[in-house]
Each structure stands twice: as structure tokens, then as C-alpha cells.
T-cell receptor
Framework: AQSVAQPEDQVNVAEGNPLTVKCTYSVSGNPYLFWYVQYPNRGLQFLLKYITGDNLVKGSYGFEAEFNKSQTSFHLKKPSALVSDSALYFCAVRDLTSGTYKYIFGTGTRLKVLA | ETGVTQTPRHLVMGMTNKKSLKCEQHLGHNAMYWYKQSAKKPLELMFVYNFKEQTENNSVPSRFSPECPNSSHLFLHLHTLQPEDSALYLC?????????????FGPGTRLTVT
């Protein structure tokens, strides 16, 4: 069965420091992988995705993520965190071979950037 | 309006009431989705529509009834809900329902069942 794990409920980082939000996945075939961000009282907002090609994907607001097939991971990174990056981050996966229409989401990681 | 809009933003209803949630997307997408978001749980996919046809019903209780009259509009009709149905209901759309299309979400309807 497809699944996504975000092992950290919360990540704290000082402003200006690099940040990493972790995501691992389990699918039976090749994955499509996504990161979304949710600000308070808002819906999810797309940040970036991995479909194929270069393992390092760049997205909105200076975020990037690295697809690692051997470790089945897709960690979200940013070189220098901003206080405004504080939000809830969701990783999602879609299995290309299952024929399902489902996107499977993780439970979310709350990022707090401290001034 | 741009993007995905949802009305109402907040809804309080009794267990015997009937109400409807509305979603509209202004992106020209062909697929629309309903999700339930509860605290400390993963997003739960409820329904998927592709070109107005329902393609996924994720074992959702019949007290939730979706309707998709066209590719731009999606409704969720609610009746005889339970307190555990209180949650944030999110609508989303994507260009297609298969492949690597990202989803665009509305702001959600915060539903409280009393």
C-alpha cells in the first residue's frame, strides 16, 4: 500500500539558518512526489513536485527538495529560513502504477522559524 | 475571482440539519476533489471527479453526497451528520486526475456539528 511518513511533528529553526523537513514514502512503482504548505486558515498551497529527471527540484519561495530513490525520501530544504516560512508543510505521493486517482498525504510537519 | 473558492467559510449545523458546501474553480481544470482535514490526521480524500464524472469514492458515509454539475463547480451535500464529522473540508482542482498534476486548494469550510 502507498504511504507517506513525515517523522517530525514540529521543526524549529533560527531565522537565517538552513531548514530541512523530512519525508519518506512507500509505493509499489515509480512515485510522483509533491510538497505543499498551509498557512493558518488557508488551504494547501503547492510548492514543488518531482516527476522525473533531475533529482534536485526547485520550487516556490526558495524551497527545493531532493528525490532519493534508494532511501525513498523527498526532503524539503531551504538554505536560509525566514520567519514568514513558519507554517504547516505536507508531503504527498502518487503511485504511477496503481491506477488510483489518489494522492496520499503525510500528517504534516509544523515549521517554526524563530527570529 | 481567481483560483479555487469555497463557501461558506464557516458552518455550524445540528445533527438533523441539511446543508451544502460549494466549491468553484476558475482555473479551467478538469478534475475536482473533496478532502477532509482533521487535526493530527493526514488529509483524507473523499471524492474525485474527472470531467464531471465521479472516479473515486473513498468509502465515504452516505450522509455526505457530492454533486458535480460541470467541471468548474463541486458541491458537498450534508445531512444527519455526526459530531465526529466536524473538520475542515477542502476542495481542490487539478488540470487532470491522472499523472503528475499538482492540486490547487480552496481555503476550506470549517464545519462544526453540534
Amino acid at each position: 500500500a502507498q504511504s507517506v511518513a513525515q517523522p517530525e511533528d514540529q521543526v524549529n529553526v533560527a531565522e537565517g539558518n538552513p531548514l530541512t523537513v523530512k519525508c519518506t514514502y512507500s509505493v509499489s512503482g515509480n512515485p510522483y512526489l509533491f510538497w505543499y504548505v498551509q498557512y493558518p486558515n488557508r488551504g494547501l498551497q503547492f510548492l514543488l513536485k518531482y516527476i522525473t529527471g533531475d533529482n534536485l527540484v526547485k520550487g516556490s519561495y526558495g524551497f527545493e527538495a531532493e528525490f532519493n530513490k534508494s532511501q525513498t525520501s523527498f526532503h524539503l530544504k531551504k538554505p536560509s529560513a525566514l520567519v514568514s516560512d513558519s507554517a504547516l508543510y505536507f508531503c504527498a505521493v502518487r503511485d504511477l502504477t496503481s491506477g488510483t486517482y489518489k494522492y496520499i498525504f503525510g500528517t504534516g510537519t509544523r515549521l517554526k522559524v524563530l527570529a | 475571482e481567481t483560483g479555487v473558492t469555497q463557501t461558506p467559510r464557516h458552518l455550524v449545523m445540528g445533527m438533523t440539519n441539511k446543508k451544502s458546501l460549494k466549491c468553484e474553480q476558475h482555473l479551467g481544470h478538469n478534475a475536482m476533489y473533496w478532502y477532509k482535514q482533521s487535526a493530527k490526521k493526514p488529509l483524507e480524500l473523499m471524492f474525485v471527479y474527472n470531467f464531471k464524472e465521479q472516479t473515486e469514492n473513498n468509502s465515504v458515509p452516505s450522509r455526505f453526497s457530492p454533486e458535480c454539475p460541470n467541471s468548474s463547480h463541486l458541491f458537498l451535500h450534508l445531512h444527519t451528520l455526526q459530531p465526529e464529522d466536524s473538520a475542515l473540508y477542502l476542495c481542490a482542482s487539478s488540470q487532470g486526475s491522472l499523472g503528475g498534476y499538482e492540486q490547487y486548494f480552496g481555503p476550506g469550510t470549517r464545519l462544526t456539528v453540534t
